[in-house]
């Protein structure tokens, strides 16, 4: 069955960069988009892009744009979701999922909590 | 960019009763049209996809529907484990959720 495995979870400092990996089994992984989404402590769900694991395609969500890098690993179905210039409200739990290849995120990582805090 | 509202923000029924959850769209939006359902300290689970497609193993009590601008998730009857918050998303954009709770 198809299983999405998140590194754990991070401490970083203000200004610091963060790398969240993402490891998929069960599926063949360059067939499907990954999506990456966060959620900050007791908010809604915000979309922060889309990466293409077969040709290496990426689309950020404009308020990400500069910060972020999505890249992957093909030889480990591992995809990477890097944030820099990391701030407090960078602090909430990022989850990677997997695009049905109809726009909706099928299965979902169990979530990496990334704390910024000087 | 579209904008996704969700309304109510918060819906208080019993176990048994209809619940009928709205998203509407800033602009008309393709079928790309998906809802979740999302528990305390759990990542967020797919319901229903391309507006009205039910997921892999998602009861039938779940239900979704519209066009355009308008969209709702109906759960006919409510079983405890529907207590939840519930978001609709269209590509790039998550609504705010609503949170369905026990009266």
């Known amino acids: 069955q198809v299983h999405l495995v998140q590194s754990g979870a991070e401490v970083k400092k203000p200004g610091a960069s963060v790398k969240v990996s993402c490891k998929a089994s069960?599926?063949?992984?360059?067939?499907?988009?990954i999506h990456w989404v966060r959620q900050a402590p007791g908010q809604g769900l915000e979309w922060m892009g889309w990466f293409n694991p077969n040709s290496g395609g990426r689309n950020y969500a404009d308020k990400f744009e500069g910060r972020v890098t999505m890249t992957r690993d093909t030889s480990i179905s591992t995809a990477y979701m890097e944030l820099s210039g990391l701030r407090s409200d960078d602090t909430a739990v990022y989850y990677c999922?997997?695009?049905?290849?109809?726009?909706?995120?099928?299965?979902w990582g169990q979530g990496t909590l990334v704390t910024v805090s000087s | 960019e579209i904008v996704l509202t969700q309304s109510p923000a918060t819906l208080s029924l019993s176990p048994g009763e209809r619940a009928t959850l709205s998203c509407r769209a800033s602009?008309?939006?393709?079928?790309?049209l998906g809802w979740y359902q999302q528990k305390p300290g759990q990542a967020p689970r797919l319901l229903i996809y391309?507006?009205?497609n039910r997921a892999t193993d998602i009861p039938a009590r779940f239900s979704g529907s519209g066009s355009g601008t308008d969209f709702t998730l109906t759960i006919s009857s409510l079983e405890p484990e529907d207590f939840a918050v519930y978001y609709c998303q269209q590509r790039s954009a998550f609504g705010g959720g609503t949170k369905v709770e026990i009266k």
């Open positions: 391309d507006v009205s």
């Open positions: 069960g599926y063949t992984f360059t067939g499907y988009y």
């Open positions: 999922a997997r695009d049905n290849n109809v726009g909706s995120a099928d299965y």
């Open positions: 602009q008309s939006v393709s079928n790309y």
